[in-house]
């Protein structure tokens, strides 16, 4: 069987920090592109502008590297995502997802995803 799981959320202060983590079973991320996209409740789902290349390059879009950090240990078949300065409204259900081309990634459309986890940001 195929499975992304998301591990890592819960409920924090405001300003407050998580690592989440995405670990894959039944195949390798080791020639994959990885992203991370969230979902608050009655909003579009959006990507978290986050994305490790199959190569092993990893990049965040200047919207959200001043507080999050994607790292990939492929020898764990595991990627993460350090998320800093944490605000209300990064509250949502965060997953992974991995696709062998980084343009499916890139546009929203990898093949695999896992099935999120809860991430709560509240004083």
């Known amino acids: 069987q195929v499975q992304l799981v998301e591990s890592g959320g819960g409920l924090v202060q405001p300003g407050g920090s998580l690592r989440l983590s995405c670990a894959a079973s039944g195949f390798t991320l080791d020639n994959y592109a990885i992203g991370w996209f969230r979902q608050a409740p009655g909003k579009e789902r959006e990507g978290v502008s986050c994305i490790s290349r199959s190569d092993g390059s990893t990049y965040c879009a200047d919207s959200a590297k001043e507080r999050f950090t994607i790292s990939r240990d492929n020898a764990k078949n595991t990627v993460y995502l350090q998320m800093n300065s944490l605000k209300p409204e990064d509250t949502a259900v965060y997953y992974c997802?991995?696709?062998?081309?980084?343009?499916?990634?890139?546009?929203?459309?990898?093949?695999?995803w896992g099935q999120g986890t809860q991430v709560t940001v509240s004083s």
């Open positions: 997802a991995a696709d062998r081309a980084q343009r499916a990634v890139v546009v929203g459309k990898p093949f695999y």
